[in-house]
């Protein structure tokens, strides 16, 4: 019953997210959204290692990104290390937009959470970290990459 009430509602969580983020007339799809939260997330990382933090292919980080460039919110440069490698860094612009979307997401946590109280979210949040945790510890299960994700207020996405 826990696995189908965990997966169920993130199933619904995700569903209610790509709804909210279509219907809030910023031009940006939740994938891009994704992205940007990303790259604001981990400044100056290399492409692939953003797609993999993300658990997509490359080839879709990279149309987000090519999307995310042509809008201004993010820029790729020459990784010194190795020329074939792209940094992307985000722009001011993206820096303004995440302020614009900011509350957008504080109405997607309110639904999320609606009914609940502080110390009932603090419960779910702790119990959620410990599951987290759990995972990320075995490196069987995920990669390396996986555990370097913070507590940031952008983690929900």
């Known amino acids: 019953m826990f696995g189908f009430l965990l997966t169920d509602t993130s199933r619904l ?18 994938g891009e959204i994704r992205a940007l939260t990303h790259v604001l997330r981990f400044r100056g990382s290399r492409q692939a290692l953003l797609a993999e933090r ?3 292919e490359p080839m879709t980080l990279s149309a987000y990104l090519d999307r995310l460039e042509a809008r201004g919110l993010i820029k790729r440069m020459m990784d010194s290390s190795d020329r074939r ?6 722009t ?24 609940m109280s502080e110390d009932e979210t ?14 990320v510890s075995d490196p069987q299960l995920v990669s390396a990459s996986a555990s370097a994700i913070g507590n940031t207020p952008l983690a929900v996405l």
Do not use: C, W
């Open 122 to 135: 603090l419960a779910v949040t702790k119990g959620l970290e410990k599951l987290r945790a759990n995972l």
């Open 54 to 56: 993300m658990g997509v």
């Open 92 to 115: 001011d612009a993206a820096f303004v937009m995440m302020s614009e979307l900011e509350p957008l997401f504080g109405r997607i946590l309110h639904q999320l959470m609606q009914g």
């Open 85 to 90: 490698a792209k940094l992307i860094e985000p």
């Open 13 to 30: 969580f995700r569903q209610y997210f790509e709804r909210m983020v279509s219907e809030s007339g910023f031009g940006l799809t939740p």
